[in-house]
């Protein structure tokens, strides 16, 4: 069953027709040619498919589309290529060479993002002793809060290196 | 993946109603469990209708002192409300150890209890599973046992239940509210789940159409000291082998309140009564924590793969038993 | 490089496709912007039996399904001699998981839903798909991947083992465990008829495009000149994109079931599981034999693994023991079961890694019996020739790399005695282990160099893996040329483009780095350091790029801090650190990553990796990443890599050996012996799961 729906993907206004059936992964790569966002595993087991919704990381491999009608998603391409530049973040993945194979990248890029939001905004992790304590970007709060983005060529020494140097 | 129809409900109750009128209808909430049963196979919905916008997205803290947690709260929002961080430690932290920030802030309050076992077996449509397929048999039982259950099972059934949130909300003795088609009603976190006994099929005591509205937690100011305990293979990023979810009060060297609920180890979030009452009243040693907790699993059915979890569970159990009365004495 | 000027080389350059990566920018197989048709395979469900009937019906009513392809219908390939590419060419089930049908259809929810609705009748066999001890059906292979002797013997080891004053006698398991890169398996293909007998075109992911190109022709029973193949980003592979597999086979009958339409296959992560290779389980004997001082005097190493019984794969577990250790009297042997399993395949290091991992446990369990620092037994045993061959090391720095590496670990003042360490509620341990691998240089490369405006075009059909290797080369083209590394383009993964061998055995850029040296001198010789504009040239890897005569290895050491939770049995790795002699590097940034990165699979293999098949129902259970685990972030603390420096001018022209595998070798050894350092526990069966710690002596 085919619906209608509108994503502004990194600003740009997208008017898609999808299956019911389609994830907006799908609906970015294979309805938009939008590949920025990688399909590494389709069961959000590995991250590689994270986009920010509305400045949240979320998989988008386990997001209907037609049930993000409307939303703002932003890829690593985006961030990438922003207007102002490209993101403080995407440069430091640059400089740290915190990838090999590329592939998981965008996906820890986007999930980056989001954890140095998520840490601006305080939110607790499961890296803290007691879920009250202040919050701050130790690289055990980084490492934890990145495991939701595997990466087997195993850069997640640069990952956190990357992350932060920009959080700090 | 069969074709489906998808709808946004306005309401909770016209939801309530499409669904209870529809065999065929499920709802959606964050998706992150039941997308992911569409591509597997595991579920075959003809109609989807989504409730994140038709039910309630807030924590508010209620007049008795409770606090009502809306079934559209996402995880993460959950983990990080004031309220909860402050007085239910418990269960920002069992919602911490669960899954991924991102499936976090997708995953919802309600889709969390519901969320259904991750049993190899249950998930892979080629083998047989009671669960999805009833009669078909249990590939686990005499399969690969590792993650299976020792507590409660049925011949016709021994995986496990997933949540580290249902756990906590099980310590806690929260109350699930729910909108019927005869209306609301509440019903306690562990009487919402069924073990497995000849139906295995059916998770919890819902009926077609029964939504759940709200979580409510207690009023319980001394779970302030409280904690969740998740032992895994990954440091991040698993499903638990064995995780514990306690709060302990101290008078005088003896426990006087306790609460104590265990994952990993049962189809269900499991209460820990026994242990619970094995406890009040006594000294609190390691070694009272530890004998407690064995009483626990004296009705334990081990497999060839999984008996590590009795001692595992026993010793996590003394461990954060141990922490939480360290904690009280300092 | 003697008489090239250095600038290039040695410089830590930052990826050429950098950018490209970090923005989603880079494609990969399927991300051609092409509209496609889609195909999904279908998998049998037995291990063992025959298909009976397919009914594709419903599939084919299905809507948007173009084509359901069975065994019954799919064209005849012209070469099934390659028992892994006879797709859909008979009944035969010879695993669970082999494709059995695929649907083609308008969009890939369409062609998975065709997928579902395909009903295969099958008639199983009864199975056998377990390893153990003395398994019935081993047999001796007749040569093992990359070497051809399955067994060697020098000396007496028998008698040795009888009259030595110290003998240790222990069998260590590795479980069969999956590459998953994290790009699935995937290709864009397209047939299209005309004049010439119709040409394909395909999009892979692969470590070669070359090899994929003769495969393919073979099979299809095509010239090579009529199949393109490329392959500009590949999202890792770790040896399963060595070759291509089924699924590509399957994409092309595909494409050529309708003409003129590209078709997009990508492989589930599921389908992963049984279509693209995994490493062997093995089951490792090893017996040492020594005198009190801790010096050797036999090593006997025999190993048992599992084959398929669709196509034979022999890991060398045992060849690393052959020349690691100065010993007088020693054996080796390789023993294999074909049961009804997927077919086995390169995993990173095959061999040295399992290899490695009883080896190195060995010697650390001898030096605990013999109260000995295991750095000092590894010293005691150093060989001054490599003890196979009798030839000359060109390189060999184990015991510098141990020295050094401990100096810099802080190893000294070690208490060796396990169990000695507690902090808070956890054991703490150190471990160390020996890394080693070999040197390869693979015939066969060419590269054409076109200078143009200035510009130098250096094109080889190569594979970036994530190794880096468009960078390299170009460094080592700049230098080679002697001009700034700016004016050199490289061009790399297309068949268009000059033969190159596969990005495997840790010696891409050593053998396609030579055929550049050599094509960058041809051109300088044939028109001077001005050359004109098309002036070109073109090399090949020269046969003598490695300086005959010597044995040609590199080596490592690993030291680990291992934390095990007294209660939980958790383990932790707060700390790895390898020090390597790999000959000159070429690129520090790009080798330290690869470097980290195969220490990273090491500690991933040590505490998770393991796959599992179901006795009864003969299928994988545990095929996603979800159930298989890899290491996440939280798993991986400080890991540090550094080498020694110097350049090995036997190895290449360049002075450089591979940094692709070496990183894994010995690493999962190194934490296991950590943790029982530890804990007092010794683990010989991968990997370290919480439960191996419960069963030792509690507080």
């Known amino acids: 069953m085919e619906a209608t729906i509108i994503l502004h993907v990194d600003g740009v206004r997208r008017e898609l027709t999808v299956d019911t059936r389609t994830t907006l992964l799908d609906a970015l790569r294979d309805r938009s040619g939008e590949y920025s966002p990688k399909k590494g595993c389709d069961h959000g087991q590995c991250g590689a498919c994270t986009v920010l919704v509305g400045g949240r990381r979320i998989l988008s491999c386990l997001a209907l589309a037609v049930a993000c009608d409307g939303d703002e998603v932003t890829t690593a391409a985006g961030l990438a290529g922003g207007e102002d530049g490209p993101h403080p973040l995407s440069r430091a993945f640059v400089e740290h060479d915190a990838f090999q194979c590329g592939y998981c990248t965008p996906g820890q890029v986007c999930s980056g993002v989001g954890v140095l939001a998520e840490l601006e905004a305080g939110m607790p992790s499961h890296a803290a002793a007691h879920p009250g304590d202040p919050v701050e970007a130790t690289d055990a709060e980084i490492r934890e809060r990145m495991s939701g983005n595997l990466c087997r060529c195993g850069a997640y020494p640069a990952i956190v290196a990357a992350v932060r140097e920009v959080a700090r | ?91 920002s932290a069992a919602l911490s150890s669960g899954a991924s920030g991102q499936l976090r802030n997708a995953a919802t ?30 590939g686990a039982l005499h399969g690969h046992g590792r993650d299976n259950a020792v507590l409660g099972t049925s011949e016709r059934c021994v995986a496990t239940h997933p949540s580290d949130m249902a756990v906590a909300l099980a310590a806690l003795g929260a109350e699930v509210r729910l909108l019927t088609g005869e209306g609301e009603r509440g019903v306690p976190v562990s009487g919402l789940y069924r073990l497995p006994g000849d139906r295995p099929e059916q998770d919890t005591v819902l009926e077609q159409g029964d939504l759940i509205t709200a979580v409510d937690l207690p009023a319980l100011p001394w779970v302030r000291r409280s ?20 709060a302990l009060r101290i008078e005088e060297g003896r426990v006087v309140r306790v609460r104590l609920a265990l994952g990993g180890v049962a189809p269900m979030p499991w209460r820990a009564h026994h242990a619970e009452e094995a406890l009040v009243g006594r000294p609190a040693t390691e070694e009272v924590f530890r004998e407690a907790a064995r009483s626990e699993f004296a009705q334990a059915r081990p497999g060839r793969d999984n008996a590590f979890k009795v001692p595992l569970a026993v010793n996590t159990v003394g461990a954060v038993l141990r922490s939480l009365a360290q904690e009280e004495g300092a | 490089m003697s ?133 019935p059906r081993l047999y001796c292979p007749d040569e093992l991947n990359a070497y051809p002797e399955a067994d060697t013997r020098q000396g007496d080891p028998a008698a040795a083992l009888e009259r030595a004053p110290v003998v240790l006698d222990r069998t260590y398991r590795t479980p069969m465990e999956h590459n998953n890169p994290m790009e699935p398996h995937a290709c864009t293909v397209l047939w299209e008829e005309g004049t010439g007998g119709g040409s394909l075109t395909v999009y892979d992911s692969t470590q070669g495009v070359h090899p994929v190109r003769e495969s393919l022709a073979q099979v299809l029973g095509l010239h090579a000149e009529q199949v393109r193949v490329v392959s500009e980003h590949v999202g890792g592979g770790f040896g399963s994109k060595g070759s291509p597999h089924a699924h590509n086979v399957v994409a092309a009958l595909a494409a050529r079931a309708v003409p003129g339409r590209w078709v997009k296959l990508a492989l589930t992560r599921q389908q992963m599981f049984t279509l693209v290779g995994h490493r ?420």
Not at chain 2, 110 to 136: E, H, I, M, V, W
Not at chain 3, 458 to 479: E, M, P, W, Y
């Open chain 2, 1 to 91: 993946m069969k074709p489906f129809r998808y709808t946004r409900a306005r309401d909770a109750a016209s939801a309530v109603a499409t669904v209870a009128a529809d065999p065929g209808a499920r709802f959606l909430a964050g998706g992150t469990n039941l997308v992911d049963h569409l591509k597997l196979g595991v579920a075959e919905p003809d109609h989807l209708v989504d409730v994140r916008g038709a039910v309630d997205g807030s924590v508010t803290e209620l007049a008795d002192g409770r606090v009502r947690v809306g079934a559209a709260v996402a995880n993460s929002d959950l983990a990080a409300h004031p309220l909860v961080r402050a007085r239910y430690p418990v269960l």
């Open chain 2, 109 to 138: 309050t309600g889709g969390n209890l519901l969320q259904r076992t991750r049993c190899p077996y249950f998930q892979n449509t080629a083998t047989p599973c009671n669960k999805r397929d009833p009669g078909s048999g249990c």
């Open chain 2, 227 to 246: 904690a969740y305990r998740k032992v895994r293979e990954r440091a991040s990023y698993a499903f638990a082998l064995v995780s514990v979810a306690a």
């Open chain 3, 3 to 135: 008489g090239v000027e250095q600038g290039a080389l040695g410089r830590p350059d930052e990826r050429v496709e950098g950018w490209d990566k970090v923005a989603g920018r880079a494609r990969y197989a399927y991300e051609q912007p092409v509209p496609a048709l889609y195909v999904h395979p279908v998998l049998s469900t037995v291990a063992r039996g025959r298909v009976l009937a397919v009914d594709t019906g419903p599939a084919r009513a299905s809507a948007g399904v173009e084509a359901v392809l069975t065994h019954e219908n799919a064209e005849r390939l012209a070469d099934t001699s390659d028992a892994e590419f006879a797709v859909l060419q008979g009944p035969h089930i010879g695993f669970c998981g082999q494709i059995v049908a695929a649907v083609v259809a308008r969009t890939p929810e369409e062609a998975r839903r065709g997928a579902d609705l395909v009903q295969v009748r099958e008639y199983a066999e009864e199975h056998d798909v377990v390893l153990g001890p003395g398994h």
């Open chain 3, 280 to 699: 062997t389980p093995t089951i490792q004997r090893v017996r040492l034999g020594a005198a009190r001082d801790g010096v050797l005097s036999a090593v006997v190493h025999d190993v048992e693994e599992h084959t398929s019984t669709v196509k034979e794969f022999a890991e060398q577990s045992a060849v690393c023991t052959r020349m690691m250790y100065a010993a007088p009297h020693r054996r080796t042997t390789h023993r294999l079961a074909a049961l009804d399993v997927p077919i086995p395949f390169w995993m990173r290091a095959p061999g040295e890694t399992p290899g490695m991992f009883a080896l190195e446990s060995a010697l650390d369990e001898l030096a605990c019996e013999l109260a000995m620092d295991p750095i000092v037994l590894r010293e005691r045993n150093e060989p001054d020739l490599d003890p196979e061959t009798g030839a000359p090391w060109s390189d060999r720095r184990l015991v510098q790399c141990l020295h050094e590496g401990a100096r810099r670990f802080g190893w000294a003042g070690r208490d060796g005695r396990a169990r000695s360490r507690r902090e808070g509620e956890w054991w703490v341990g150190t471990g160390v282990a020996s890394a080693v691998y070999p040197h390869f240089v693979n015939p066969g490369s060419e590269v054409e160099i076109v200078h143009g405006q200035g510009v130098y075009t250096v094109s080889i059909g190569a594979a970036d893996i994530g190794t880096g290797a468009r960078t390299v080369l170009g460094q080592i083209a700049a230098d080679a040329l002697s001009v700034p590394a700016e004016r050199v383009r490289v061009r790399i993964g297309d068949t268009a483009l000059p033969p190159a061998t596969v990005a495997g055995g840790s010696a891409g850029t050593s053998s396609w780095g030579s055929a550049v040296v050599a094509a960058a001198r041809a051109l300088r010789e044939e028109h001077g350091s001005e050359p004109g504009e098309g002036a070109r040239a073109r090399a090949g890897t020269p046969e003598d790029a490695v300086a005959p005569g010597y044995s040609v290895y590199s080596f490592g050491a690993h030291f680990v801090e291992a934390r095990v939770h007294a209660d939980t049995g958790e383990v932790r790795v707060p700390r790895m650190y390898g020090l390597f002699s790999v000959g000159r590097v070429l690129n520090p940034r790009l080798a330290r990553s690869q470097l980290v990165g195969g220490m990273v699979m090491g500690l991933s293999m040590a505490l998770h990796e393991h796959t599992v098949m179901d006795a009864r129902l003969g299928h994988v259970v545990n095929h996603d990443l979800a159930q298989y685990h890899v290491a996440a972030h939280a798993d991986v603390q400080q890991v540090e890599a550094e080498w020694l420096e110097g350049a090995d001018v036997r190895a290449t022209p360049m002075g450089s050996r591979g940094v692709g595998e070496i990183g894994i070798v010995g690493a999962a050894a190194a934490v296991a012996n950590a943790a029982h350092h530890a804990t007092g526990v010794r683990v010989r069966n991968l990997p370290l799961t919480p439960d191996r710690f419960l069963v030792g002596p509690r507080e």
